[in-house]
């Protein structure tokens, strides 16, 4: 059975930073793209940032760039996503997500599992 399982997540001020991980199991780690979306209440899910595999290409979305770095550890099946610079905006539910390929892509539908979230609150 597939698990993602985020953790890292927490309340923070603005201008602090927060380590996300996303620990994996029940598949071949290594074979799979992984992102981060997010989804603040009443918004739709967004990607956030994905990487194709370890110290393979990276991709940001337009809001985070330049403040979050995305990593993995594919010998301990573990995404990371280092955010600094927190904003208040950049409050929401953070998802870690997988898919069947080392084509990393940005729409949440091309992903096959997901983790349950981890909500990360930037205080003003």
């Known amino acids: 059975q597939v698990r993602l399982v985020e953790s890292g997540g927490g309340l923070v001020q603005a201008g602090g930073s927060l380590r996300l991980s996303c620990a994996a199991s029940?598949?071949?780690?290594?074979?799979?793209?992984t992102a981060w979306f997010r989804q603040a209440p009443g918004k739709e899910r967004e990607f956030v940032a994905a990487?194709?595999?370890?110290?393979?290409?990276?991709y940001y979305s337009d809001s985070v760039k330049g403040r979050f770095t995305i990593s993995r550890d594919d010998a301990k099946n573990t995404v990371y996503l280092q955010m600094n610079s927190l904003k208040p905006e950049d409050t929401a539910v953070y998802y870690c997500a997988s898919r069947r390929s080392l084509v990393a892509v940005t729409q949440p539908t091309q992903y096959d599992y997901w983790g349950q979230g981890t909500q990360v609150t930037v205080s003003s």
């Open positions: 029940g598949l071949t780690f290594s074979h799979y793209a």
């Open positions: 990487i194709a595999w370890s110290g393979g290409p990276t």
